[in-house]
C-alpha cells in the first residue's frame, strides 16, 4: 500500500498540487463558516455538507476532471490478434495527443477479457482481465499520432477475446 501511495504521488504534477492545495483551502474556509454560523444550525449544517462535499467530491471527480482536461489523449486500437505459433497477443492501436500541452510520458494499459454475447457478463469479466500489460512512452508533442505495439504473452485462452487499451499522461 505503502508502495501504490509513493507511486501516486511521484505522478502528480505542479498542478495536481495547487488544485489539492485549493480544495483543503476551500474546506477549511467553509469549516471556519460553520463554526461562526453555529448559533443559526441549519445554515451552519448547510455549509458543514458543502465542506464534506467538496473534500470528498472536489477531491475524486475533480482530480479526474482536470486531468481529463489537461491531459486529454485518445487510444485507437486498429488490431488485436493472437499468435498461432506462439502463446501470445499482438495488440497495436495509436495514440494521439489531444492536448494543449506536450506530454512527457503516457503509460498505456492494455487489458485482454473474455468476450461473451452477454452484456452483464461482458461487465463481469472486465472486472477480472485474463492479463494485462503497461507500455510507455516517452516526449509526445501536442497533436502528434504515436503509434504502439504491445506484446502480451504468455496468453493460452482459445475462445474469443476483447481487448482495451487505456492511456494516462503527464
Known amino acids: 500500500?505503502?508502495?501504490?501511495?509513493?507511486?501516486?504521488?511521484?505522478?502528480?504534477?505542479?498542478?495536481?498540487?495547487?488544485?489539492?492545495?485549493?480544495?483543503?483551502?476551500?474546506?477549511?474556509?467553509l469549516i471556519l463558516l460553520t463554526l461562526l454560523l453555529r448559533k443559526k444550525t441549519?445554515?451552519?449544517l448547510f455549509v458543514l455538507l458543502l465542506a464534506i462535499l467538496d473534500l470528498s467530491v472536489g477531491l475524486t471527480f475533480g482530480f479526474d476532471f482536470f486531468h481529463n482536461y489537461?491531459?486529454?489523449n485518445s487510444v485507437t486500437v486498429t488490431k488485436a490478434?493472437?499468435?498461432h505459433f506462439v502463446q501470445a497477443v499482438v495488440?497495436?492501436?495509436?495514440?494521439?495527443?489531444?492536448?494543449?500541452?506536450?506530454?512527457?510520458?503516457c503509460h498505456l494499459t492494455a487489458t485482454i477479457y473474455k468476450e461473451t454475447h452477454n452484456r452483464y457478463k461482458d461487465l463481469l469479466f472486465r472486472l477480472k482481465p485474463l492479463k494485462h500489460g503497461t507500455?510507455?512512452?516517452?516526449?509526445?508533442p501536442k497533436g502528434a499520432d504515436v503509434d504502439f505495439k504491445f506484446l502480451i504473452g504468455p496468453f493460452s485462452y482459445?475462445?474469443?477475446?476483447?481487448?482495451?487499451?487505456?492511456?494516462v499522461c503527464k
Open 1 to 29: 500500500m505503502k508502495e501504490k501511495l509513493l507511486a501516486f504521488l511521484h505522478t502528480l504534477s505542479l498542478y495536481d498540487f495547487i488544485y489539492f492545495g485549493v480544495v483543503f483551502l476551500l474546506f477549511i474556509l
Open 42 to 44: 441549519t445554515l451552519a
Open 70 to 72: 489537461l491531459f486529454k
Open 81 to 83: 490478434k493472437k499468435l
Open 91 to 105: 495488440i497495436e492501436g495509436k495514440l494521439k495527443n489531444e492536448s494543449k500541452f506536450d506530454f512527457k510520458s
Open 135 to 140: 507500455l510507455t512512452i516517452k516526449n509526445i
Open 158 to 167: 482459445k475462445k474469443d477475446i476483447n481487448v482495451s487499451v487505456k492511456g
